[in-house]
């Protein structure tokens, strides 16, 4: 699979949802003229700020300015336009808080910063919170830690509920609710899918390399991004092999009807979508009883999971432990389990640390030892791990084809010349979404690097009975 | 004593200090009682949380990262502040003056120390004070978003600091007279010091004092809400 296709790798939805390509920012066409009630909606949710979550309030009390946000955001280093530094972003949701529901502000107005809403402005909310990739670089920094993406998810939010979300990002999250993936694909689909990748190992291996589908009571319920399995298939395969070498082929499962990680709930900022894309994967979990739900490539669904649904207990108590197949197989290598052919990958590789997985997640070791592991020439790019720049595509502006050229000449500037001092020819990313920005971002500045996922490398050189994949033309 | 003085010396204070201590309860309950699910942490993380946001209020590593020329003018200034605060303490009683001379030092000693490290925390308190808020003005990304707010409260901090300063280097001024001050407060018949640099000093940290819990130099009171929340693996 050359690296034209594998820019659909956030998914076929991504290209059927998208509309006509324009240099417009997101919010391309006027909202239309909200009613009274709509405004007051959204008035009432800024002022339940007052209610939670913790961090959203005390963002909105505590900003020093001091404007150390825009110095490590991708998007102010991309372009240094007002409108993109994150403390004004911010301030969007934060001086209307202020005019409504602190003493100084109803008090003081304008001297503390307070602002009234103005419904005319509601075109600009979409167009800059749909500028934020939400990589959390900003906390990361902060001297206090202030998140700048929980606030642009907010207004998000907000839009969301006033029916004002971008059309690209509410096909994907009506798709994802309507299939259970975000690819729209049949469950039928899938498993011609898995047939085609099972010929394919077999093809590369000259034996069997099972991808079990639908088998209750296995262990490990492996759960992707869905373009892991219909577009950019390696990392699947490659999961598929490190089973089989370890003799587990009969432990795991993967399902027909739940095989799509993503979750744009997420991004949209609605918690109602997010919690009704989450729980059928959480229920099949159960009726598959297995031990361990194994999650894929795919930073934000990952993060949804670890860090959101089971500490908020959507659910309550799981009937299982959730871990990400990094952390699984770079776990067996370490043990000594698996060997590999590097001369497979001869090439420079470098990692890209997907932010959800990084700073969100603290995955940061594991894709690293799989990439030692199965390349002869690994590079660091700095600065990396917890303080790594966004691949300019996070927070679901990756399958926006709608702001290309901002996150081509814009937020994925930093993270081009990032690459290209590497001088690596593959860039490794273990996010669909970090993997369809880069794609499009090396093909757009006519790099040649190419761009695929951590697990793919594996599968290319890892020992089957001593031998590595006869290389296929992908 | 002239009605203006009985004013700031003898009212303020009855005034200030409730509405600063009440207005700060009123902030910690409602960051304490809003509820956060799911987690915020931020990785590298897994040390211990108490140690790093100790360690981010007392030295600003985040910052230290991010912004280095920042870092330093906010570090200093910030442990200035800290010192200058710790160090009113003496303006106010006879305390730390007791605990050194138990150490053996005269009350000469004392006085020479602290007008050398005090007029030297003033001096160094100025000069971060005046480099931050010129960065303010020069650096475009800062300067964007700098609101009335943001003028208003380091102006307001420079004159106070300006009129400390005042006091401590034009002249001996007489700790008696603000210790018999905080005495006469506690018993309610306020002796107010006929100075006016002092009144007026006091005027604007009053002002400040009242103003904090209703700006944004309420962030020394949330870092540690913000910090632990994503110091927590």
């Given at each position: 699979m050359n690296n034209k296709d594998s820019m659909a790798s956030v998914g076929v939805a991504a290209e059927e949802?998208?509309?006509?390509?324009?240099?417009?920012?997101?919010?391309?066409?006027?909202?239309?003229?909200?009613?009274?009630?709509?405004?007051?909606?959204?008035?009432?949710?800024?002022?339940?700020?007052?209610?939670?979550?913790?961090?959203?309030?005390?963002?909105?009390?505590?900003?020093?300015?001091?404007?150390?946000?825009?110095?490590?955001?991708?998007?102010?280093?991309?372009?240094?336009?007002?409108?993109?530094?994150?403390s004004l972003r911010s301030d969007i949701i934060r001086n209307i808080y202020k005019k409504h529901h602190t003493i100084s502000g109803r008090l003081l107005g304008p001297l503390v910063g307070a602002q009234d809403f103005n419904p005319d402005d509601l075109g600009k909310w979409v167009e800059d919170s749909y500028s934020c990739t939400g990589c959390r670089r900003c906390a990361?920094?902060?001297?206090?830690?202030?998140?700048?993406?929980?606030?642009?998810r907010k207004i998000r939010g907000i839009l969301d509920k006033a029916g004002l979300t971008p059309e690209t990002m509410q096909k994907v999250v009506d798709i994802s609710l309507r299939t259970r993936n975000t690819d729209g694909a049949s469950p039928e689909a899938f498993k011609a899918a898995i047939a085609f990748l099972e010929e394919e190992m077999h093809d590369e291996h000259g034996i069997d390399v099972r991808i079990p589908v639908d088998v209750v009571g296995a262990e490990y319920f492996y759960v992707p991004p869905s373009g892991d399995v219909l577009v950019n298939p390696e990392a699947t395969m490659g999961l598929a092999k490190v089973f089989h070498v370890l003799g587990m082929s009969d432990k795991?499962?993967?399902?027909?009807?739940?095989?799509?990680?993503?979750?744009?709930?997420?991004?949209?900022?609605?918690?109602?979508?997010?919690?009704?894309?989450?729980?059928?994967?959480?229920?099949?979990?159960?009726?598959?009883?297995?031990?361990?739900?194994?999650?894929?490539?795919?930073?934000?669904?990952?993060?949804?999971?670890?860090?959101?649904m089971e500490p908020a207990k959507w659910w309550g108590d799981l009937p299982f432990n959730i871990i990400n197949c990094m952390e699984w197989t770079a776990d067996h290598i370490l043990k000594g389990r698996l060997q590999f052919d590097k001369s497979k990958n001869s090439q420079p590789v470098t990692y890209h640390d997907p932010c959800n997985f990084g700073r969100s997640?603290?995955?940061?070791?594991?894709?690293?030892?799989?990439?030692?592991?199965?390349c002869a020439d690994f590079r660091e790019m700095y600065p990396n791990k917890g303080e790594n720049w966004c691949c300019g595509g996070g927070a679901g502006l990756s399958a926006m084809d709608d702001i290309l050229e901002f996150r081509m000449k814009v937020s994925g500037r930093k993270k081009l010349d990032q690459i290209l001092e590497t001088g690596a020819e593959y860039v490794a990313a273990a996010c669909s979404n970090c993997k369809r920005q880069l794609s499009q971002l090396m093909e757009y500045h006519k790099t040649g690097v190419e761009v695929g996922g951590v697990h793919d490398m594996l599968s290319r050189a890892i020992l089957i009975n001593g031998k590595a994949a006869e290389r296929q033309q992908y | 004593m002239d009605s203006f003085s009985f004013i700031i010396g003898g009212i303020l204070p009855y005034v200030v200090v409730p509405v600063f201590l009440a207005g700060m309860i009123y902030r910690f309950r409602?960051?304490?009682?809003?509820?956060?699910?799911?987690?915020?942490?931020?990785?590298?993380?897994?040390?211990?949380?108490?140690?790093?946001?100790?360690?981010?209020?007392?030295?600003?590593?985040?910052?230290?990262?991010?912004?280095?020329?920042?870092?330093?003018f906010a570090w200093f200034f910030h442990i200035t502040l800290a010192l200058v605060f710790v160090g009113h303490i003496r303006v106010f009683s006879t305390m730390i003056d007791g605990m050194l001379m138990k150490f053996g030092m005269t009350s000469d000693?004392?006085?020479?120390?602290?007008?050398?490290?005090?007029?030297?925390?003033?001096?160094?308190?100025?000069a971060t004070g005046i480099l931050l808020f010129v960065r303010r003005l020069i650096i475009p990304r800062v300067?964007?978003?700098?609101?009335?707010?943001?003028?208003?409260?380091?102006?307001l901090i420079i004159a106070i600091i300006v009129?400390?300063?005042?006091?401590?280097?034009?002249?001996?001024?007489?700790?008696?007279?603000?210790?018999?001050?905080?005495?006469?407060?506690?018993?309610?018949?306020?002796?107010?010091?006929?100075?006016?640099?002092?009144?007026?000093?006091?005027?604007?940290a009053q002002a400040l004092i009242a103003f904090i819990p209703f700006s944004k130099i309420l962030h020394f009171g949330g870092i540690f809400f913000t910090q632990a929340l994503i110091k927590r693996s």
């Open positions: 949802t998208s509309v006509s390509v324009t240099k417009a920012p997101p919010s391309g066409k006027e909202p239309a003229k909200i009613t009274r009630e709509k405004a007051d909606e959204i008035l009432n949710a800024i002022k339940a700020i007052d209610g939670g979550p913790k961090v959203l309030k005390l963002y909105m009390d505590m900003c020093a300015r001091c404007g150390t946000c825009a110095k490590v955001c991708p998007i102010y280093y991309g372009s240094d336009e007002k409108k993109y530094n994150p990361t920094y902060c001297p206090f830690g202030i998140d700048n993406s929980v606030i642009t795991w499962t993967m399902s027909s009807t739940c095989f799509d990680g993503a979750n744009y709930g997420l991004f949209t900022g609605n918690d109602a979508d997010m919690k009704a894309d989450n729980k059928p994967y959480v229920e099949e979990a159960k009726r598959l009883e297995c031990k361990t739900l194994l999650m894929g490539e795919c930073g934000h669904a990952y993060r949804i999971m670890k860090m959101i997640c603290g995955i940061t070791e594991e894709p690293r030892i799989i990439l030692n592991a199965s | 409602s960051w304490l009682k809003a509820p956060q699910p799911g987690k915020m942490t931020l990785f590298p993380a897994g040390g211990s949380p108490f140690k790093e946001v100790l360690a981010e209020t007392l030295f600003f590593p985040s910052l230290f990262k991010g912004d280095r020329v920042l870092w330093v000693g004392i006085d020479s120390m602290s007008s050398i490290s005090g007029g030297a925390a003033g001096i160094l308190l100025l300067r964007e978003i700098t609101g009335i707010p943001d003028f208003l409260a380091p102006l009129t400390g300063d005042w006091i401590r280097f034009t002249g001996h001024f007489e700790l008696e007279q603000t210790r018999v001050w905080t005495a006469s407060l506690l018993t309610f018949s306020p002796i107010i010091p006929a100075d006016g640099m002092f009144l007026l000093h006091i005027l604007l």
